[in-house]
């Protein structure tokens, strides 16, 4: 496929429990994006990746939250010890070069957590 | 506090006729602004963008106006389709933030009615 896709489509956990939602950016992409949409907001910006360099997290909402990329492809974001505000739809988007604001997105996960 | 605000949530619209989505925003570091269609259960597409030294951008039936003294942004589809039913978003960027993050509004819900 040439989109942006992540796993799980959906995903369903208690609360306390740690979650891995999955990103595959578009071939050749080096920029990639987190962003989540809680219920009735705008997506909100959570860390950044640009090739090698050190990611900027200034986004993630807490220490529970952390991301990695590697081998400057596919990325996983990681959320420890859920909460029932976590729910949400965790968007990932990536761009062909930093300087591109065109982003393209991924179809998201949605996040419940009971 | 939102640097991007979208204030109509909703917009309805007949067919064939103009839809105009508007979008205001407070910080003046943003040089380049996007829009995005939301279909549900899908990712942001990207539509149509402007950069802060134009003050229009046209691709077919979509038209983005920039009014950089009054911060506001409005997209324009005519002749409006039922296939264009969707959430809009608005989102702005800053080259001067390094990571290219978009702040998006909150979305317009636009329907078009056959």
């Known amino acids: 496929g040439a989109g942006v896709s992540q796993s799980p489509s959906n995903k369903v956990t208690e609360k306390g429990k740690d979650v891995e939602l999955r990103c595959d950016p578009i071939s050749g992409h080096t920029a990639l994006y987190w962003y989540r949409q809680s219920l009735g907001q705008g997506l909100e910006f959570l860390i950044y990746f640009q090739g090698n360099s050190a990611p900027d997290k200034s986004g993630l909402p807490s220490d529970r939250f952390s991301a990695e990329r590697t081998g400057g492809s596919v990325s996983t974001l990681t959320i420890q010890r859920t909460q029932q505000e976590d729910s949400a739809v965790y968007l990932c988007a990536s761009s062909l070069v930093m300087g591109s604001p065109e982003q393209f997105f991924g179809p998201g996960t949605r996040l419940t957590v009971l | 506090d939102q640097q991007v605000k979208q204030n109509s949530p909703s917009l309805s619209v007949q067919e064939g006729r103009i839809s105009i989505l508007n979008c205001d925003y407070t910080?003046?570091?943003?040089?380049?602004f996007l829009w995005y269609k939301k279909y549900p259960a899908e990712g942001p597409t990207f539509l149509i963008s402007?950069?802060?030294?134009?003050d229009k951008n046209e691709d077919g039936r979509f038209t983005v106006f920039l009014n950089k003294s009054a911060k506001h942004l409005s997209l324009h589809i005519v002749p409006s389709q039922p296939g264009d039913s969707a959430v809009y978003f608005c989102a702005a960027s800053s080259s001067g933030a390094g990571s290219y993050q978009l702040t998006f509004g909150k979305g317009t819900k636009l329907s078009v009615i056959p």
């Open positions: 402007i950069s802060s030294i134009k």
């Open positions: 910080n003046s570091m943003f040089d380049y």
